[in-house]
T-cell receptor, first 116, second 108 residues
Framework: DAGVTQSPTHLIKTRGQHVTLRCSPI?????VSWYQQVLGQGPQFIFQYYEKEERGRGNFPDRFSARQFPNYSSELNVNALLLGDSALYLCASSASGTAPYNSPLHFGNGTRLTVT | GEDVEQSLFLSVREGDSSVINCTYTDSSSTYLYWYKQEPGAGLQLLTYIFSNMDMKQDQRLTVLLNKKDKHLSLRIADTQTGDSAIYFCGPGRRALTFGSGTRLQVQP
């Protein structure tokens, strides 16, 4: 079975531009979460979606937004990119909408975003 | 202090046991997770422990939980060079909370 897949794997953008990152969850998983991992740090929670509804939001500015589609795939959008947005963006899926409370998160390999 | 704290670096010889420690502040987690991250990759789920357990063994991995002290540890028996990676503990109720992780270096 395929794991969590993310695209693209790498991306270079200029300050002020906008970016869209994509994620396909493990088959049968209905929940998708997004995390940002800055170099040298652990991942930080951005969003969780379950059944197309936002279930949780981390401490990120409104420039960050996301959505989930009927097939449970998800997009993360970031507007007005800043240099500090350079990071590895990780998507994770889970079977439960209340993960990680009662169900583990399974991560993809991430999208490496570089903002110049 | 930080929500999750881990030692930044651990070096062991191949064949020895490795113990990676984690302290956390949020006691509302039902499950506590351990993830492994190799260079250029995402996080791989290694194991997890239910919060009402003290210990869980999973092949070479042993997880110990001291809920009173909010302390979690991961022991890797017979450590191999392929175990070299960054290890993250992840408590969390609505979302996982990670520290900076522990970089494990295994020397042949």
């Amino acid at each position: 079975d395929a794991g969590v897949t993310q695209s693209p794997t790498h991306l270079i953008k200029t300050r002020g531009q906008h970016v869209t990152l994509r994620c396909s969850p493990i088959s049968g998983h209905k929940s998708v979460s997004w995390y940002q991992q800055v170099l040298g740090q652990g991942p930080q929670f951005i969003f969780q979606y379950y059944e197309k509804e936002e279930r949780g939001r981390g401490n990120f500015p409104d420039r960050f937004s996301a959505r989930q589609f009927p097939n449970y795939s998800s997009e993360l959008n970031v507007n007005a990119l800043l240099l500090g947005d350079s990071a590895l963006y990780l998507c994770a899926s889970s079977a439960s909408g209340t993960a990680p409370y009662n169900s583990p998160l399974h991560f993809g390999n991430g999208t490496r975003l570089t903002v110049t | 202090g930080e929500d999750v704290e881990q030692s930044l670096f651990l070096s062991v010889r191949e064949g020895d046991s490795s113990v990676i420690n984690c302290t956390y502040t949020d006691s509302s987690s039902t499950y506590l997770y351990w993830y492994k991250q190799e260079p250029g990759a995402g996080l791989q789920l290694l194991t997890y422990i239910f919060s009402n357990m003290d210990m869980k063994q999973d092949q070479r991995l042993t997880v110990l939980l001291n809920k009173k002290d909010k302390h979690l540890s991961l022991r890797i028996a017979d450590t191999q060079t392929g175990d070299s990676a960054i290890y993250f503990c992840g408590p969390g109720r609505r979302a996982l909370t990670f520290g900076s992780g522990t970089r494990l270096q295994v020397q042949p």
